[in-house]
């Protein structure tokens, strides 16, 4: 079955570093969404990302989608303590199928 | 507008019991997920309805675990009987559509001691 991989697991930075995970699909994907899990909380929805080489932009957030739709990043600029979190990306092989989410990579800024 | 609600939100039983869990989506969204997280993970997908009818129940234990959605709007997950290893957050969600941006609920921290 699809296999939806993410790295790092774990990325600790000083306040106003960068941030960047990495998910990657074993099979080719019809689109893909990101979402953030604040400790204790739920998942909310961030993005989704439809097209071949797609980037989107909100603030300080850079999603982008691989030309082979089977990969994507999130990439943070200057992170705040604010996006402390657990970033999840969900992958679905065709338009209307069941969503594979990643294990997350887990975001801890220090101030 | 109101978002996804669940109860209970914590439930603790001993293993070879039944729980129980309810949700109810956000008015008039036709898709409802169940998920399973367990501890250091994503979630899982355990169904997923589109109004009553079941899309995909692939990765649901049906030997233990079954769902319903019979008005096409809240929903009943179930297991019957518990293991250890159930021992997960179990999350809703519900999407207007089937591609669609999902809204998880706050979950139930289920413990199976």
């Known amino acids: 079955g699809q296999q939806v991989m993410q790295i790092p697991q774990y990325q600790h930075v000083q306040e106003g570093e960068d941030f960047t995970t990495y998910c990657n699909s074993s099979t080719t994907l019809s689109n893909i969404q990101w979402y953030k899990q604040r400790p204790g909380g739920h998942p909310v929805f961030l993005i989704q990302?439809?097209?071949?080489?797609e980037v989107k932009k909100q603030k300080r957030l850079t999603f982008q989608f691989g030309e082979a739709k089977k990969n994507s990043s999130l990439h943070i600029t200057a992170t705040q303590t604010t996006d402390v979190g657990t970033y999840f990306c969900a992958g679905r092989e065709t338009n209307a199928g069941k969503s594979t989410f990643g294990d997350g990579t887990t975001l801890t800024v220090k101030p | 507008e109101a978002g996804v609600a669940q109860s209970p939100r914590y439930k603790i039983i001993e293993k070879r019991q039944s729980v129980a869990f309810w949700c109810n989506p956000i008015s008039g969204h036709a898709t409802l997920y169940w998920y399973q997280q367990i501890l250091g993970q994503g979630p899982k997908l355990l169904i997923q309805f589109q109004n009553n009818g079941v899309v995909d129940d692939s990765q649901l234990p049906k030997d233990r675990f079954s769902a319903e959605r019979l008005k096409g709007v809240d929903s009943t997950l179930k297991i019957q009987p518990a293991k250890l290893e159930d021992s997960a957050v179990y999350l809703c969600?519900?999407?207007?559509?089937?591609?669609?941006?999902?809204?998880f609920g706050p979950g139930t921290r289920l413990t199976v001691l």
């Open positions: 990302l439809v097209k071949s080489g």
């Open positions: 969600a519900s999407s207007s559509g089937l591609a669609g941006e999902q809204f």
